[in-house]
């Protein structure tokens, strides 16, 4: 299985981004996916995850409601929704998915917010 994480960029304090990961692979709706994101000089940090079925989300404290992660299995595509974007946002964002533990990670995309 791979991931291409995608939809990052430069954006102002308060702006929004959506993040989108496609995955290769026949067993997608099967994985939990989840969206991971690692700041310069910190550890990787869970953002968003979502089951197969897109019926359960989980969402970080500090994310949790200015965000949202959605997943299309006709697409093999999940999405992170990230709105009112503060500078703490500013971090690689990769993709994971798994049937049970993260085995799959895709190769990160940059998020930089400005103040």
């Known amino acids: 299985v791979q991931l291409q994480a995608s939809g990052g960029g430069l954006v102002q304090a308060g702006g929004s981004l959506r993040l989108s990961c496609e995955a290769s692979g026949r067993t997608f709706s099967g994985y939990v996916m989840g969206w991971f994101r690692q700041a310069p000089g910190k550890e990787r940090d869970f953002v968003a995850s979502?089951?197969?079925?897109?019926?359960?989300?989980y969402y970080s404290d500090s994310v949790k409601g200015r965000s949202t992660i959605s997943r299309d299995n006709a697409k093999n595509t999940v999405y992170l929704q990230m709105n009112f974007l503060k500078p703490e946002d500013t971090a690689v964002y990769y993709c994971a998915g798994g049937l049970g533990e993260y085995d799959y990670w895709g190769q990160g995309t940059q998020v930089t917010v400005s103040s």
């Open positions: 979502i089951s197969g079925s897109g019926k359960m989300t």
